[in-house]
């Protein structure tokens, strides 16, 4: 794995275009919690 990389977007719609579905995996923070979501492995 690589170090995460920060994505900003205005909208959720930016947010997928930056994504690549199967490759990417994404960190999600928000209000002092966070998720993550791995690609299929």
């Given at each position: 794995m690589i170090e995460p990389?920060?994505?900003e977007a205005k909208s959720p719609e930016e947010?997928?275009?930056?994504?690549?579905?199967?490759?990417?995996?994404?960190?999600i923070e928000h209000k002092g919690r966070s998720a993550t979501y791995l690609?299929?492995?």
């Open positions: 990389e920060k994505i947010n997928t275009e930056k994504i690549e579905a199967g490759t990417d995996g994404i960190i690609p299929q492995v």
